[in-house]
């Protein structure tokens, strides 16, 4: 069974600019999360989505958005970017919102 | 807020000796606790889960234990290899989120 893929693997963007990037959970798994990992704040919950409705969002600005499709198959945006938004964001699918999580390699995201 | 804790932040030790990687969460509604491991360019991986109706789960040369009314979970690696090398991630998960700690880089010496 292939595993989470995340695309696209690294991107470089300037300040002002948007980003979205995309997530395919693994076959069968209704439910994905995505996550900001940084070397300061370490891994950081974004959203939650679950059958194309957000379940639960962390404490980030409205700048980050995100949604899900039927195949569910997710998104996130990032609007107005700004130099702190450098980070690798990862998508984990599961089964269902209280299941284990399986993580993807990641995107590499840096603003200049 | 609700946070996790995890010591040591770094951990050195000889090839073949244990390892041993220790949480603290804050939020008494967690119910499971997951740990994953990170590599040089990878996402985090799985490697074992518990419940909180459990008090120890063993895979392996790997094994974790919780005690829910100190609110402590731990990692328990044995035997420990050069692949064992890595970035380690408790985490402590509610209904509505999950919260990890701040991750322990594990070095094994040959």
């Known amino acids: 069974k292939a595993g989470v893929t995340q695309t696209p693997r690294y991107l470089i963007k300037t300040r002002g600019q948007q980003v979205t990037l995309s997530c395919s959970p693994i076959?069968?798994?209704?439910?994905v999360s995505w996550y900001q990992q940084t070397p300061g704040q370490g891994l950081q919950f974004l959203f939650e989505y679950f059958s194309e409705t957000q379940r639960n969002k962390g404490n980030f600005p409205g700048r980050f958005s995100g949604r899900q499709f039927s195949n569910s198959r997710s998104e996130m945006n990032v609007s107005t970017l700004e130099l702190g938004d450098s980070a690798l964001y990862l998508c984990a699918s599961s089964m269902g919102p209280a299941g284990e999580q399986y993580f993807g390699p990641g995107t590499r995201l840096t603003v200049t | 807020g609700e946070n996790v804790e995890q010591h040591p932040s770094t951990l050195s030790v000889q090839e073949g000796d244990s390892a041993v990687i220790k949480c603290t969460y804050s939020d008494s509604a967690s119910n499971y606790f997951p740990w994953y491991k990170q590599e040089l360019g990878k996402g985090p991986q799985l490697i074992i889960d518990?419940?909180?109706?459990?008090g120890e789960k063993k895979d392996q040369r790997i094994a974790v234990t919780l005690n829910k009314t100190a609110k402590h979970f731990s990692l328990h690696i044995t035997e420990t290899q050069p692949e064992d090398s890595a970035v380690y991630f408790c985490?402590?998960?509610?209904?509505?989120?999950?919260?990890f700690g701040k991750g322990t880089r594990l070095h094994i010496l040959p």
């Open positions: 985490a402590a998960r509610t209904k509505d989120k999950i919260i």
């Open positions: 518990i419940r909180s109706n459990v």
């Open positions: 076959s069968g798994h209704r439910s």
